[in-house]
């Protein structure tokens, strides 16, 4: 915004006092907020810095020691210049001292040869700088008008980049909190030499706020984000054209650029809240409808006609309910299948052979909200990438359901492998583990009408908590895939089979809820999944042979039956994969 003291020297008024510079030639470009005319030696106290200071000179001191404590008052407050009009005091020239002690603190000196009205100088540089700040203002409006309509229209963040580079004239780069680069512009400069080693040189600048310019590497710099979450920085570099190892370029970027990038930088939040905050919208009608369509809490030619209006037709269409979810949250407490050993009553995890893994497990806690949505959205896209329409939302705090809308039957298998594949191309967690982990998709059985679709829903959902159990690596589960433990899990609530456990296991619960310190339903479950091997049963139960057999003797006497019995111990096996079932959610 403001001259410096080199374009100062270069006005007319200036020129015609046949400028000399005697001193302070490497300060040249410091900028000139003002220009004062003083005769006083003490006129320091009364500056503010950045000032070009006009004098003849007379009411200098007089002695070496007077001159070197002006000249340091000078350079201390932080003026721009000196410049002393010749005549009136200094005849031919400004005094040694002075110079030498211009020339030591940087201080630019300048000599008029030729008597100059000051009032000529002051008025040209005042005009300067007032020109320059209504230019500065101008380009402030554009940058305002132009950032204005880029957020009206919904531009993209390399629309908004492009922008910024454009009105800067300097190459611009936005980047995510990793230091990967999101968007760039290089303003006609060479890309690879701007983003070569780009995370390591991006690490190196080191801003001191949030707006902020690193003079050091020569990148103006602001975070990008809103609502208390940044997601990215802004970078532009000043001077354009810089080399970025070039150290450090002269002097700060105006005013204007740092409106610019902080304009850009708003509008790229504000783009990103408007359209994660219309997907949410269009989310949240997807849930109201599924959820409708689960708890029949709406009519389904409610609901048909609401889709439509979506965009997504669900009359006379081949209708497939899908459940997608994490296998298991790996949090501390909560083992997954097939990891890590027995606890000390034996209860812990069973080997790695067989589908249906028998242990209860405590209920997983639900996926945290930032998980459930990376899910929901690598759904969402799956469907956009395989062109597939339908309703896609989380239906709970684990889960996001699918209902997909097919032309017709023949075409429900083709459909169902594109999604999985898409979806295991889209999210970090496929494919699955060995012994666990990763995501289910589940698929229930196709409908040909709305009304009953909850069906195909409510079995997805179903297949899917009980396909948690199976360490299979199957793209989807289906009913077919559902083994002993996983018919028992889809039966859970049937009060037949809870009348079963409870008489096949009733007591040895009610013992071991009298002495929590004993749990014997651990020492009968690590016999039984040993194939009824009791020294293979004492090991994984972590406990003495001897002991083992007298817990066994136990639980016999507790449950009046023969644990040498092979009818008995497949009843008791069946009552605690049921038992499990139950327990899990």
Same mark, same amino acid.
């Given at each position: 915004?403001?001259?410096?003291?080199?374009?100062v020297?270069?006005?007319?008024?200036?020129?015609r006092?046949?400028?000399?510079?005697?001193?302070g030639?490497?300060?040249?470009?410091?900028p000139?907020?003002?220009?004062?005319?003083?005769?006083?030696?003490?006129?320091?106290?009364?500056?503010g810095?950045?000032?070009?200071?006009?004098?003849?000179?007379?009411?200098?001191?007089?002695?070496?020691?007077?001159?070197?404590?002006?000249?340091?008052?000078?350079?201390?407050v932080?003026?721009?210049?000196?410049?002393?009009?010749l005549?009136?005091?200094?005849?031919?020239?400004?005094?040694?001292?002075?110079?030498?002690?211009?020339?030591?603190?940087?201080?630019?000196?300048v000599?008029?040869?030729?008597?100059?009205?000051?009032?000529?100088i002051?008025?040209?540089?005042?005009a300067?700088?007032v020109?320059?700040?209504?230019?500065e203002?101008?380009?402030?409006?554009?940058?305002?008008? @132009?950032?204005?309509d880029?957020?009206?229209?919904?531009?993209?963040?390399?629309?908004?980049?492009r922008?910024?580079?454009?009105?800067?004239?300097?190459?611009?780069?936005?980047e995510?909190?990793? @230091?990967?680069?999101?968007?760039?512009d290089?303003?006609?400069?060479?890309?690879e030499?701007?983003?070569?080693?780009?995370?390591?040189?991006?690490?190196?600048?080191?801003?001191?706020?949030?707006?902020?310019?690193?003079a050091?590497?020569?990148?103006?710099?602001?975070?990008?984000?809103?609502?208390g979450?940044?997601?990215?920085?802004?970078?532009?570099?000043?001077?354009?054209?810089?080399?970025l190892?070039a150290?450090?370029?002269?002097?700060?970027?105006?005013?204007?650029?740092?409106?610019?990038?902080?304009?850009a930088?708003?509008?790229?939040?504000?783009?990103?809240l408007?359209?994660?905050?219309?997907?949410?919208?269009?989310?949240?009608?997807?849930?109201?409808?599924?959820?409708?369509?689960?708890?029949?809490?709406?009519?389904?030619?409610?609901?048909a006609?609401?889709a439509?209006?979506?965009?997504?037709?669900?009359?006379?269409?081949?209708?497939?309910?899908?459940?997608?979810?994490?296998r298991?949250?790996?949090?501390?407490?909560?083992?997954?299948?097939?990891?890590?050993?027995p606890a000390?009553?034996?209860?812990?995890?069973?080997?790695?052979t067989?589908?249906?893994?028998?242990?209860?497990?405590?209920?997983?806690?639900?996926?945290?909200?930032?998980?459930?949505?990376?899910l929901?959205?690598?759904v969402?896209?799956a469907?956009?990438?395989t062109k597939?329409?339908?309703?896609?939302?989380?239906?709970?705090?684990?889960?996001?359901?699918?209902?997909?809308?097919?032309?017709?039957?023949?075409a429900?298998?083709r459909?169902?492998?594109?999604?999985?594949?898409?979806?295991?191309?889209?999210?970090?967690d496929?494919?699955?583990?060995?012994?666990?982990?990763?995501?289910?998709?589940?698929?229930?059985s196709?409908?040909?009408s709305?009304?009953?679709?909850?069906?195909?829903?409510?079995?997805?959902r179903?297949?899917?908590?009980?396909?948690r159990?199976d360490?299979?690596?199957?793209?989807?589960?289906?009913?077919?895939?559902?083994?002993?433990a996983?018919?028992?899990?889809?039966?859970?609530?049937?009060?037949?089979?809870?009348?079963?456990?409870?008489r096949?296991?009733g007591?040895?619960?009610?013992?071991?809820?009298h002495?929590?310190?004993?749990q014997?339903?651990g020492?009968?479950?690590?016999?039984?999944?040993?194939?009824?091997?009791?020294?293979?049963?004492?090991?994984?139960?972590?406990?003495?042979?001897?002991?083992?057999?007298?817990?066994?003797?136990?639980?016999?006497?507790?449950?009046a039956?023969?644990l040498?019995?092979?009818?008995t111990?497949?009843?008791?096996?069946?009552?605690?994969?049921?038992?499990?079932?139950?327990?899990?959610?």
């Amino acid at each position: 915004m403001f001259p410096t003291v080199r374009e100062v020297l270069a006005l007319d008024p200036v020129r015609r006092g046949a400028p000399r510079l005697v001193a302070g030639e490497a300060a040249l470009d410091r900028p000139v907020r003002w220009v004062h005319v003083a005769e006083v030696p003490d006129i320091a106290t009364l500056l503010g810095g950045g000032e070009l200071v006009l004098t003849t000179g007379i009411g200098l001191p007089a002695d070496d020691a007077g001159l070197r404590a002006f000249i340091g008052d000078l350079a201390q407050v932080g003026v721009s210049g000196l410049v002393v009009e010749l005549g009136r005091r200094y005849p031919s020239e400004v005094p040694r001292v002075m110079a030498a002690a211009a020339e030591r603190r940087g201080l630019p000196l300048v000599e008029l040869r030729r008597a100059t009205p000051f009032v000529r100088i002051t008025e040209a540089v005042h005009a300067l700088i007032v020109d320059a700040q209504l230019h500065e203002l101008r380009a402030t409006e554009e940058i305002h008008q @132009r950032f204005t309509d880029l957020s009206v229209e919904g531009a993209g963040a390399a629309e908004v980049v492009r922008q910024a580079a454009e009105l800067a004239g300097c190459p611009v780069v936005l980047e995510n909190l990793s @230091r990967q680069v999101l968007g760039y512009d290089p303003a006609g400069e060479s890309a690879e030499l701007l983003l070569d080693g780009w995370e390591q040189h991006s690490r190196r600048i080191r801003p001191t706020g949030r707006t902020a310019y690193d003079a050091d590497s020569g990148w103006l710099v602001t975070t990008v984000g809103a609502r208390g979450q940044d997601w990215g920085r802004l970078l532009l570099r000043w001077p354009a054209g810089g080399d970025l190892g070039a150290g450090r370029p002269v002097g700060s970027p105006p005013t204007r650029l740092t409106i610019l990038v902080e304009r850009a930088a708003s509008t790229l939040a504000l783009g990103r809240l408007i359209r994660r905050d219309a997907e949410g919208l269009e989310r949240q009608l997807h849930r109201t409808l599924l959820t409708a369509l689960l708890d029949h809490s709406r009519p389904v030619d409610e609901i048909a006609l609401r889709a439509r209006a979506l965009g997504v037709t669900l009359d006379r269409r081949h209708l497939v309910g899908i459940m997608v979810r994490h296998r298991r949250d790996r949090t501390p407490g909560h083992p997954v299948p097939g990891e890590g050993g027995p606890a000390a009553d034996g209860s812990g995890p069973p080997p790695a052979t067989g589908s249906w893994p028998a242990p209860a497990t405590p209920a997983d806690p639900p996926a945290g909200p930032a998980r459930l949505r990376d899910l929901a959205e690598a759904v969402g896209q799956a469907l956009r990438e395989t062109k597939l329409s339908g309703l896609t939302s989380p239906v709970d705090d684990q889960a996001v359901g699918v209902l997909l809308a097919l032309p017709d039957a023949t075409a429900e298998e083709r459909a169902l492998t594109a999604f999985a594949a898409a979806l295991r191309r889209r999210h970090p967690d496929q494919p699955v583990p060995p012994g666990g982990g990763g995501v289910i998709i589940a698929a229930g059985s196709g409908v040909g009408s709305l009304r009953e679709v909850r069906r195909s829903l409510v079995e997805a959902r179903q297949l899917a908590e009980a396909a948690r159990r199976d360490r299979r690596d199957l793209p989807i589960f289906r009913l077919p895939h559902v083994g002993l433990a996983g018919l028992l899990h889809l039966l859970r609530d049937e009060p037949r089979l809870q009348t079963f456990v409870e008489r096949e296991l009733g007591a040895l619960l009610t013992h071991d809820a009298h002495h929590p310190r004993e749990q014997l339903l651990g020492t009968l479950r690590a016999y039984l999944e040993q194939g009824r091997n009791k020294s293979a049963g004492a090991a994984a139960a972590h406990l003495s042979r001897p002991a083992f057999y007298e817990r066994l003797a136990r639980i016999g006497r507790i449950l009046a039956v023969d644990l040498d019995s092979v009818e008995t111990c497949l009843s008791l096996h069946v009552a605690l994969l049921a038992l499990d079932a139950i327990r899990t959610p």
